[in-house]
């Protein structure tokens, strides 16, 4: 196989600028061979290496030809091996500069949230589970980058690492409670990106000043529209005061097991807020969530029960409409369903004991590398992923052109 066009943003240039830190006596096989071997095993739906290197070897004439492979497929310990010498640093360096020859991340909203793989935990050291934080480009459903921290509570440590990574300028970022940090907010500003920032008990004086100051404006605006609506009945003609700081949106959903209602507010205005702490901040919003679970009686007959209700208040480094913010609230959350559960349920990460040197973080990142290639395929867009995974073990051209070919950096 030839890997063509060193100027071209391929994903095998990037592999093959990969340092191999094997030992050059009895290494049977190259680098980057190990890599796209992993590509095709993993597209295939193979989630373990002793599967994946058997069906390998069922096609072992195919790869004898796109690739040399004077000593055949590599065994399973081979590609377990490999894995757990490989720098976890500079894998991540190439998959990052690999995805921003394709794109770049101005007028992108990209959220920042943990993932932990808890198969991997070392029962030896605490039974400590390895925690990686995940960037997400939520519009586009991609993963950028990750990094890893040894336990949950110093996810703020690993956080900033993280964004030294990339170039933000332009872009949204979102990031759960445990990242409202001011050493955070000011260096996302420093990289040119906005920040919407949730809130908890992490910064209690913020959350009671930030609370107490939506609550007084909502309860406000609920006063006036409400002697608004009496003095239209009355006759009156009323006209609403315009650019009114705290600004509604409310979106409402209902499916065969709940119902769910969630009502958007922001406030474009911080003066209730100390500058000398929090200068950066220009606007806040709160997030109430009503959720109705519909159970029925053996007969099916709806059970009327309690709905439960959530508040969740947010900081945000610009002015913004309600509807605006509930698309960053509600697309934070994307992470979850489009990128970790996929990661779970297809890939398995949540089962996987690698652990041994940079097996946990280069594993999760091929992975992630080869979740961004099914989503880059414009053959296969919008089909699941056990019809990709049908496709690619039907069309192993389509693998090779994946690998080989730069993706149109339209993105």
């Not at 993993?42 to 002793?50: E, I, K, N, R, Y």
């Not at 994946?52 to 377990?80: R, V």
Request: hydrophobic share 40%.
């Amino acid at each position: 196989m030839r890997y063509k066009n060193e100027n071209l943003n391929t994903l095998a240039r990037h592999f093959e600028a990969i340092e191999d830190p094997r030992d050059n006596r009895g290494k049977l096989h190259r680098l980057i061979d190990i890599f796209v071997l992993t590509i095709y095993g993993s597209l295939w739906g193979h989630t373990d290496f002793t599967n994946m290197a058997s069906e390998l070897k069922f096609h072992e004439a195919f790869f004898t030809k796109l690739l040399g492979l004077p000593n055949g497929i590599p065994s399973h310990d081979t590609f377990s091996a490999v894995f757990s010498v490989i720098s976890p640093q500079e894998f991540l360096e190439s998959f990052i500069s690999w995805m921003i020859g394709i794109f770049n991340l101005k007028g992108k909203h990209v959220s920042i949230d943990g993932k932990a793989v808890r198969a991997a935990c070392d029962k030896v050291h605490g039974g400590k589970v390895p925690i990686l934080i995940n960037t997400h480009v939520v519009d586009m459903g991609l993963c950028i980058g990750q990094i890893r921290i040894d336990d949950k509570t110093n996810e703020i440590k690993g956080i900033p690492e993280m964004l030294e990574w990339l170039d933000l300028g332009g872009a949204v970022v979102s990031i759960d409670a445990i990242g409202c940090q001011k050493e955070i907010a000011e260096l996302l500003i420093q990289k040119g990106a906005d920040f919407v920032l949730q809130l908890k008990e992490n910064q209690p004086t913020l959350l009671d000043d930030v609370s107490l100051e939506m609550q007084t404006r909502i309860n406000e605006k609920a006063a006036c529209d409400e002697r608004e609506k009496k003095l239209k009945g009355k006759g009156f003609k009323i006209e609403a005061p315009k650019n009114e700081p705290i600004d509604v949106f409310e979106t409402f959903e209902c499916d065969h097991s709940r119902i769910e209602r969630r009502t958007y507010y922001v406030l474009n205005d911080n003066s209730c807020i100390n500058p000398e702490e929090w200068a950066l901040i220009k606007s806040m919003g709160l997030v109430i969530r009503e959720r109705l679970a519909i159970q029925r009686d053996s007969e099916g007959e709806i059970i009327e029960g309690n709905p439960s209700v959530e508040h969740a208040f947010y900081v945000m480094s610009k002015t913004m409409n309600a509807e605006e913010f509930a698309s960053y609230a509600r697309g934070h959350w994307k992470i979850e369903n489009s990128l970790h559960w996929v990661l779970d349920d297809f890939f398995r990460e949540d089962r996987c004991t690698a652990r041994a040197g940079g097996s946990t973080e280069n594993l999760v990142l091929m992975r992630k590398i080869v979740f961004n290639l099914t989503k880059l395929d414009e053959n296969v867009k919008g089909k699941s992923m056990k019809w990709k995974q049908g496709y690619y073990r039907s069309h192993p051209a389509a693998v090779l052109d994946l690998i080989s070919r730069e993706i149109p950096s339209k993105y």
